[in-house]
């Protein structure tokens, strides 16, 4: 209740200061509050309504649950061609959380799937598993394996993986353990070699031996704010039973593995010829788990991944779609953006080629479009908002001396 100690001098209720202490004091019937305490206030009111927003688990009942062509129809908005990939990951999500609405008195236990991807770098691996997660509305983190070490080493612990789901659902232990880990680089945690060493392969097989604990299922202490650097802090206990893992690398090489292991299922003189002569792109179809653990995977990770699909390389084909036809395509943002400074961009279908080109040329996959258009756009981008035209117009003359002036041409050069 206000406090008045004369009839022309008001009170805040909350933090008592006077009418003349504050900018503006609101009356009430039975008391008043000040400006700042009421800034507070709503500000309070929204951390409050953000985190029960946060805390309600998001509905994945079987009435709910999208049905895996719903899945792969969401996923072909976003990502361009990789139909065999999106059906083994369509159908794997459906059967985890379908998993998670089993009844707990049921007597058949059904197993984690959890996944493996094999693909070249910039071909939509990360793509796919973000993609997925946005629809399901479930916490999502990426991890890059390659800074993965083992305890008591310079790198990041394990359990750090398990630190950003819970970040990225504000700590949230119910809402993290139905959640989906994307680990990069899995490749770059091969063991290093078959023979035993003196020196410790402490970012290789040691990493391995720790994420199996992790794939399979089990309650695992998380430091909130990270182990090495705050070792007094209080852990928090996360079931991983019910976390989707999905990793993602490039093995650079494996074709070679394959190759082999092809080689030996050959009879005959004239048999060799043909696996020799077949497209090497093509051989990631008949990646195998032999080939994984051929490659520096130990046979306990690779069971514990039983899902396994491989991403395509990009043809020109496919990047040229990837530019124009995903719901985020680079050419529609690059429209958006010009378009909120009230100029229509309209883009020549040479320029398109041309960019595609370069990117085959330079090797970049679909990552190396966003970086040639960045090149190609930035003097348009930097002048278009100063200028007042209403229509620009942009050709492949004028692409192509944005990159003869930039260091792109530098990479022809080095892969001649």
């Given amino acids: ?5 004369d009839t022309n001098t008001l009170y805040c209720s909350f933090c008592g200061r006077s009418d003349r202490e504050v900018e503006l004091m609101l009356p009430g019937m039975n008391g008043c509050i000040c400006n700042e305490c009421a800034e507070r206030a709503v500000e309070l009111t929204h951390e409050y309504l953000n985190k029960m927003a946060n805390s309600r688990l998001t509905d994945l009942s079987m009435d709910t649950l999208p049905k895996p062509d719903e899945i792969k129809a969401y996923l072909d908005q976003f990502v361009i061609g990789q139909d065999t990939a999106k059906r083994y990951l369509s159908v794997a999500v459906y059967n985890h959380y379908k998993r998670l609405n089993q009844k707990r008195d049921d007597d058949i236990e059904i197993e984690k799937s959890n996944i ?11 793509l796919l598993a973000k993609t997925i997660a946005r629809m399901l509305k479930v916490p999502f983190a990426i991890v890059d394996a ?4 083992e305890a008591g080493y310079v790198g990041e612990d394990i359990e750090s993986l398990l630190t950003r789901l819970l970040a990225a659902c504000d700590y949230n232990v119910a809402e993290a353990e139905r959640g989906i880990v994307f680990i990069d680089e899995i490749d770059k945690i091969a063991r290093k070699g078959d023979n035993p060493s003196i020196t410790r392969d402490v970012s290789g097989e040691g990493v391995q031996q720790g994420l ?11 430091p909130p704010q990270g182990g090495r650097k705050h070792p007094e802090q209080k852990m928090i206990a996360v079931d991983t039973k019910n976390i989707l893992f999905i990793c993602g690398g490039a093995f650079e090489g494996i074709e070679r593995k394959i190759a082999q292991r092809l080689n030996t299922h050959v009879v005959g003189y004239g048999g060799g010829n043909h696996v020799s002569k077949a497209d090497r792109d093509k051989l990631l179809h008949f990646v195998a788990p032999q080939d994984l653990r051929s490659y520096g995977l130990i046979p306990e990770i690779i069971g514990r991944l039983p899902i396994l699909t491989n991403l395509e390389p990009l043809d020109r084909d496919a990047l040229l779609r990837i530019l ?4 985020n395509a ?7 953006l010009l378009e909120m400074d009230g100029v229509e961009l309209v883009i020549e279908d040479d320029v398109l080629e041309y960019v595609v080109d370069k990117a085959i ?17 930035i003097d348009v981008m930097y002048q ?5 035209k209403k229509k620009y117009v942009l050709t492949r003359e004028f692409a192509q001396q944005q990159l003869s002036k930039s260091n792109f041409e530098l990479l022809g050069e080095m892969s001649v």
């Fill in 1 to 5: 209740m206000a406090k008045k100690k």
């Fill in 116 to 126: 493996i991807i094999v693909g070249p770098t910039g071909t939509g691996k990360t």
């Fill in 146 to 149: 390659t800074v993965l070490t």
């Fill in 212 to 222: 199996l604990k992790l794939l399979e299922g089990s309650v695992v202490n998380v």
């Fill in 324 to 327: 124009t036809e995903p719901k």
């Fill in 330 to 336: 680079i050419v529609r943002q690059y429209k958006k």
């Fill in 361 to 377: 040329e330079y090797k970049l996959g679909a990552r190396g479009l966003r970086s040639l258009f960045e090149t190609i756009m």
């Fill in 384 to 388: 278009a908002p100063s200028l007042g």
